[in-house]
């Protein structure tokens, strides 16, 4: 199995690659405008990548390209339908940086509260302003908001509550059993958070449903003087809104992620919110720490192996949650030759579409059991011609999928 990391990666991971007997070709300076040709050029079955951008284009030429491994959780880098339209897996690493991200997230935090970059800049300029930096309002026994509730947020939310803080949070899959647990007070809205919160942290996962989510009316909501931060995806925030808030507002944010982020090897960055006095960046880099890339690393490597044995990669995020299927055609058989290829030929003359199917062996390799799942109910006929054309068909029948 051919494997092109596109990306940085974690050398253990690929000595790890190699030793299931994957051939590597690693290189990390590629952009998305030189992908398609390097796609063509190695032809891999296994596409790993980390911030590089895998526009249409890569899936458009690749050849024998099966799997995309985002060496990370989220996926927005990725043309998933250009993807899907092509048969091709693609799988993250949930959770393996967790902790970093929560570690940075509370970085931002505490560098919003006591203005931490701010002061470090006049102190390189050769400025003493003591009085000023002394206002700050602290972090005991204030409300941290979490809008997200997932692995990171969960690590932010065990941070703020060892900082003293009281804690509120909304998510969609969020119940009042779980935010109990949590020992977190369960909001109804995004809207909620902010109303409630001193400090907002945003760690919801980027897509069409939360574009924009930090809004107009998100930042109306806030507190005077809150702290916004956000280490999930630029596009969860509207940053003009934003901006104003922290201009007439007097709200402070830390952000590590911003829309329009430059591509790998573009140094110009050009943001007036990452501009603004009342903001505190990094530079996407919330999961950049060696113990987060080493368990990214290593289960970048799980995915590929998995897939290399069995077929079926794990995490893969494009396959769809309900076909269009409406029947289900059991078809007990002999474990012989030709069978399914009978089985097949036959639903395809008749015009019917294989939506998913699964071939069970049974003990002793002598029968076994096809499970065929179709977009319509085939014929008596039809299925008198599957039962009478092989003499190696046990039996054959039809249910309605509900």
């Given at each position: 199995?051919?494997?092109l990391?596109?990306?940085?990666?974690?050398?253990?991971?690929?000595?790890?690659?190699?030793?299931?007997?994957?051939?590597?070709?690693?290189?990390?300076?590629?952009?998305?405008?030189?992908?398609?040709?390097?796609?063509?050029?190695?032809?891999?079955?296994?596409l790993?990548?980390?911030?590089?951008?895998v526009?249409?284009?890569?899936?458009?030429?690749?050849?024998?390209?099966?799997?995309?491994?985002?060496?990370?959780?989220?996926?927005?880098?990725?043309?998933?339908?250009?993807?899907?339209?092509?048969?091709?897996?693609?799988?993250?690493c949930?959770?393996?940086?967790?902790?970093?991200?929560?570690?940075?997230?509370?970085?931002?935090?505490?560098?919003?509260?006591?203005?931490?970059?701010?002061?470090?800049?006049?102190?390189?300029?050769g400025?003493?302003?003591?009085?000023?930096?002394?206002?700050?309002?602290?972090?005991?026994?204030?409300?941290?908001?979490?809008?997200?509730?997932?692995?990171?947020?969960?690590?932010?939310?065990?941070?703020?509550?060892?900082?003293?803080?009281?804690?509120?949070?909304?998510?969609?899959?969020?119940t009042?059993?779980?935010?109990?647990?949590l020992?977190?007070?369960?909001?109804?809205?995004?809207?909620?958070?902010?109303?409630?919160?001193?400090?907002?942290?945003?760690?919801?996962?980027?897509?069409?449903?939360?574009?924009?989510?930090?809004?107009?009316?998100?930042c109306?909501?806030?507190?005077?003087?809150?702290?916004?931060?956000?280490?999930?995806?630029?596009?969860?925030?509207?940053?003009?809104?934003?901006?104003?808030?922290?201009?007439e507002?007097?709200?402070?944010?830390?952000?590590?992620?911003?829309?329009?982020?430059?591509?790998?090897?573009?140094?110009?960055?050009?943001?007036?919110?990452?501009?603004?006095?009342?903001?505190?960046?990094?530079?996407?880099?919330?999961?950049?720490?060696d113990?987060?890339?080493?368990?990214?690393?290593?289960?970048?490597?799980?995915v590929?192996?998995?897939?290399?044995?069995?077929?079926?990669?794990?995490?893969?995020?494009?396959?769809?949650?309900?076909?269009?299927?409406?029947?289900?055609?059991?078809?007990?058989?002999?474990?012989?030759?030709?069978?399914?290829?009978?089985?097949?030929?036959?639903?395809?003359?008749?015009?019917?579409?294989?939506?998913?199917?699964?071939?069970?062996?049974?003990h002793?390799?002598?029968?076994?059991?096809?499970?065929?799942?179709?977009?319509?109910?085939?014929t008596?006929?039809?299925?008198?011609?599957?039962?009478?054309?092989?003499?190696?068909?046990?039996?054959?029948?039809?249910?309605?999928?509900?």
């Amino acid at each position: 199995m051919k494997v092109l990391i596109a990306d940085k990666f974690e050398p253990s991971g690929i000595t790890a690659l190699e030793e299931i007997g994957c051939a590597v070709t690693f290189s990390p300076d590629l952009t998305p405008d030189t992908l398609p040709d390097a796609i063509s050029e190695h032809d891999p079955n296994v596409l790993v990548v980390r911030s590089t951008k895998v526009p249409a284009p890569v899936f458009e030429t690749a050849q024998k390209l099966s799997l995309v491994v985002r060496a990370g959780a989220g996926v927005d880098n990725i043309d998933l339908a250009a993807a899907s339209a092509r048969g091709i897996n693609v799988a993250n690493c949930p959770g393996q940086n967790s902790i970093a991200v929560a570690e940075l997230a509370w970085g931002l935090i505490l560098s919003c509260d006591r203005r931490i970059p701010h002061q470090t800049a006049e102190l390189r300029a050769g400025e003493w302003n003591k009085k000023e930096y002394s206002k700050a309002r602290g972090l005991y026994g204030r409300t941290l908001g979490v809008v997200g509730v997932g692995s990171i947020g969960r690590e932010v939310i065990k941070r703020g509550r060892a900082f003293g803080m009281k804690v509120v949070a909304w998510s969609r899959s969020l119940t009042d059993e779980a935010a109990e647990d949590l020992g977190v007070r369960r909001c109804e809205s995004p809207l909620d958070v902010a109303k409630r919160a001193d400090v907002v942290s945003i760690t919801i996962a980027a897509n069409p449903d939360t574009e924009n989510l930090v809004d107009a009316a998100f930042c109306d909501a806030l507190k005077p003087g809150a702290v916004v931060v956000n280490t999930s995806r630029g596009s969860v925030v509207d940053e003009a809104a934003l901006l104003k808030a922290i201009q007439e507002k007097g709200v402070r944010a830390g952000l590590d992620v911003y829309r329009n982020e430059p591509g790998s090897g573009d140094r110009s960055f050009d943001s007036a919110i990452a501009k603004e006095i009342g903001v505190c960046g990094t530079h996407h880099i919330g999961a950049s720490t060696d113990q987060s890339q080493t368990a990214i690393a290593n289960e970048a490597v799980r995915v590929i192996r998995e897939y290399k044995l069995k077929g079926a990669a794990p995490n893969v995020l494009n396959l769809c949650d309900k076909s269009q299927a409406t029947r289900l055609l059991s078809v007990r058989h002999l474990n012989k030759p030709g069978v399914l290829a009978h089985v097949v030929g036959e639903i395809g003359r008749a015009g019917i579409n294989i939506e998913e199917m699964d071939n069970t062996i049974y003990h002793g390799a002598e029968a076994a059991c096809a499970l065929i799942q179709l977009d319509e109910e085939p014929t008596q006929e039809t299925i008198a011609s599957i039962r009478s054309g092989s003499a190696h068909i046990l039996s054959v029948n039809m249910t309605v999928i509900d």
